[in-house]
């Protein structure tokens, strides 16, 4: 998340908190003499759920010898988590709760008229690839699932079929999979939707089909109709298909996506979302196209074509199949502002006034759930960081949206959908006649110079450093207001001045 409360005034320190391996049935929390969720906690603050963080908090460590510490798996390597540290200032946080805040919201919502318990789906792929995945998503809170995509062809897939690039802590910033369709035959498949509707009523069950003429894709919408799904949702964008003719090739098409949407809708009352792909210019005609034939919504965005990386070593593409790679698709963190664009193009469009967005593509957090809802996304779906954390991340999903909605006033998540639409506009219509001055917290910063590196090196060469003291000094007549200094700031000690100045009064200096 950008600049806010969020980064500036919580005590939590975030490198200790990467740390956190987030294991399954942590020691750490058997090892608590007062019995403390530790691992919630802690998981809480990586998925930047702070409020929730501090609401969970239940015990007092300050005369605690933390034994949660020598439990901690990373004590073996002498480097443990310093969990008495963090929760110590998680209680220091309470009197940032929100002090008039509103207790009863309503985090429901729907998919063109069907009611989803909150806004959080999984989206088709291997997350919700069988019965007892999707049962245990239903119950730890997903409110629906896009199934892994239905088809009556049989599917050759590659091992491996992923790859990913990782951050610091080891955590995906940028995954890859080459990875196709549901396994299964379409009876069995049928099986699996009627048997999810049958334990789960409440729950919506997305079929995610693809067809290969227009026979099958009615054929197929008119199955899983019958067989008890809420949704049907084309498979326009599979960029990993063996057939040349199939997945992303269709969605690049307005013929095609317009033609095979009818195709859809000819099989089936229930509503139609048509699932785009990013690898296109303009994702605006083929969702018009879409809707031309038929679809209600619109889901996006799929994976991106890619290739993440060359193994120095063998000197093959990742992944590698016996020697060999493939351009596959690109999903996780990196990709949300890929994302976020799309979703805005689609939400501006007034032609598609109406038209239900489901939004994916790099959500992780709540509040990267909530940028695509108030970007215009009536529902989010999420892949990626359920493959590396797990179905547990929706109560901090659930957990999180609910305290921003409580501590904002916002009494249903309805109220919030394209709450940030009209801030995004043409390219000529951005103010450019004012300059945001960045300024410096003398106590937060650490003098390592960070800025003065970039502002030199990348920037427009506005800041000097103190001899002495180390702390920067900026020259207003060379400031051009562009940031960078903030933005590599790693004590976040650079903000943006409170006023704005025009450029003839570039006499200013901090």
């Not at 992303?248 to 139609?272: K, M, N, Y």
Request: aromatic share 8%.
């Amino acid at each position: 998340m950008g600049s806010g409360i969020y980064d500036f005034y919580f005590h939590h320190d975030p490198a200790e908190v990467s740390k956190c391996m987030l294991c399954y049935d942590p020691e750490c929390a058997k090892a608590c003499p007062q019995s403390a969720d530790i691992g919630g906690i802690i998981r809480s603050l990586y998925f930047q759920d702070y409020m929730a963080a501090v609401r969970k908090l239940n015990c007092d460590c300050t005369c605690c010898n933390a034994p949660c510490e020598e439990a901690c798996l990373l004590s073996r390597e002498n480097r443990p988590v310093a969990i008495r540290d963090l929760l110590t200032n998680v209680r220091k946080d309470r009197h940032l709760l929100p002090k008039h805040r509103i207790e009863t919201i309503d985090i429901s919502t729907d998919i063109c008229g069907v009611k989803l318990e909150n806004p959080f789906l999984l989206s088709s792929s291997v997350v919700s690839s069988s019965y007892d995945m999707c049962r245990r998503a239903f119950e730890a809170g997903w409110a629906g699932a896009s199934l892994k995509t239905i088809c009556n062809f049989s599917q050759h897939e590659a091992s491996p079929r992923f790859s990913a690039l990782k951050n610091h802590a080891n955590a995906f910033c940028g995954f890859k999979n080459i990875e196709q369709l549901s396994p299964r035959t379409v009876e069995e498949d049928m099986q699996v939707i009627g048997k999810l509707r049958k334990d789960f009523p409440s729950k919506v069950i997305i079929a995610s089909i693809m067809g290969q003429n227009e026979n099958e894709w009615t054929e197929l919408a008119s199955k899983c109709e019958k067989a008890g799904a809420s949704v049907i949702e084309c498979n326009f964008s599979c960029p990993n298909m063996e057939a040349a003719s199939l997945g992303v090739t269709i969605g690049q098409s307005e013929e095609l996506t317009e033609r095979f949407t009818r195709a859809v809708r000819r099989g089936t009352d229930l509503p139609v979302l048509a699932k785009l792909t990013p690898n296109i210019t303009d994702i605006v005609p083929l969702a018009l196209a879409a809707r031309r034939g038929g679809a209600d919504g619109i889901a996006a965005i799929n994976t991106i074509n890619s290739i993440t990386g060359v193994d120095i070593d063998t000197l093959v593409a990742e992944p590698s199949v016996r020697g060999k790679s493939m351009v596959g698709g690109y999903s996780g963190a990196a990709v949300k502002p890929i994302a976020l664009r799309f979703i805005s193009d689609l939400f501006r469009c007034k032609e598609l006034d109406g038209t239900h967005v489901s939004g994916m593509g790099g959500i992780e957090t709540w509040i990267d759930a909530l940028e695509f809802i108030l970007l215009g996304a009536g529902s989010v779906q999420v892949t990626t960081a359920v493959m590396q954390y797990g179905y547990r991340i929706i109560e901090d999903l659930i957990e999180g949206l609910s305290e921003y909605m409580k501590g904002r006033g916002i009494s249903s998540v309805r109220d919030l959908v394209g709450g940030a639409a009209e801030t995004v506009v043409d390219h000529n219509s951005i103010e450019r006649d004012t300059i945001v001055f960045p300024t410096f917290d003398y106590e937060s910063c650490n003098g390592c110079g960070r800025c003065y590196i970039s502002c030199m090196d990348g920037g427009h060469q506005a800041i000097t450093l103190d001899p002495e003291t180390r702390k920067p000094k900026l020259n207003g007549k060379r400031c051009v207001g562009c940031h960078l200094c903030r933005l590599v700031c790693p004590e976040m000690a650079i903000r943006p001045a409170a006023k704005y100045w025009m450029p003839d009064y570039k006499n200013f200096n901090l």
